[in-house]
């Protein structure tokens, strides 16, 4: 990101005086060739689901928001703490359509290298760790949050499946269920896509489960 590029970015959030700010444009491959990335329209919204990503690069966040939360040290896929407590703390984010950001993939990164590692629980446990840290915090176990959670569910499954433990996946399956009862009891998704895995959850389909988290 150059300094022009910063500028725009710290300009427009001191402009909106928005909570976050986000832009991000193009996927750079170690290759050297560039790919069209996630390309956003002007919008200031409170409504983050679907519209903001859980990578922390790309945006502008007022320090404020970061007085009494902190990545959790020591475990992968921290950045989870975005979608599960930082997004909810926003009430109001901006995107823009500025250039400002080109993302390189890390084929040595956590992403890219992720497969068959048992660090990989700790997708599960980050998720955990932070519902219970909302909680804590004070935040509303909304709607958007549900969805999140259920979106996080199959990536966790994505994840912690390719260790190939079918003792491992429902144990994660299991702490799963108890999870949703202990934090969504009375919350029902209106995403018809989320709907099948919210059933799996309920019924405690096991089965089921491992289909839909496989598509």
């Not at 928001?65 to 902190?70: G, L, P, S, V």
């Not at 995107?95 to 629980?121: E, H, Q």
Request: charged residues 20%.
């Amino acid at each position: 990101m150059s300094t022009k590029e910063l500028h725009t970015l710290l300009s427009r959030i001191q402009f909106a005086s928005a909570a976050l700010l986000q832009r991000i444009l193009l996927q750079t491959f170690c290759n050297g060739e560039e790919h069209e990335g996630c390309r956003h329209e002007y919008a200031v919204t409170d409504q983050w689901i679907g519209k903001l990503f859980g990578y922390p690069w790309g945006k502008v966040i007022r320090s404020t928001k970061f007085e009494h939360i902190c990545f959790p040290e020591g475990y992968w896929f921290e950045d989870t703490l975005f979608c599960f407590i930082l997004y909810s703390m926003c009430t109001k984010i901006e995107t823009i359509p500025d250039d400002v950001y080109l993302y390189r993939i890390n084929p040595k990164g956590i992403s890219s290298t992720s497969v068959g590692n048992p660090k990989v629980i700790d997708s599960l446990l980050v998720t955990l760790q932070l519902l219970e840290d909302a909680k804590t915090l004070g935040l509303s176990m909304t709607a958007q949050l549900y969805d999140m959670f259920l979106r996080q569910v199959r990536m966790n499954y994505s994840r912690i499946s390719t260790l190939h433990n079918s003792s491992i996946d429902r144990h994660v399956f299991a702490a799963t269920c108890r999870a949703k009862r202990q934090y969504f009891p009375t919350e029902h998704t209106s995403n018809p896509h989320l709907k099948p895995i919210e059933q799996a959850l309920d019924k405690h389909d096991f089965g089921k489960y491992c289909v839909l988290c496989s598509i």
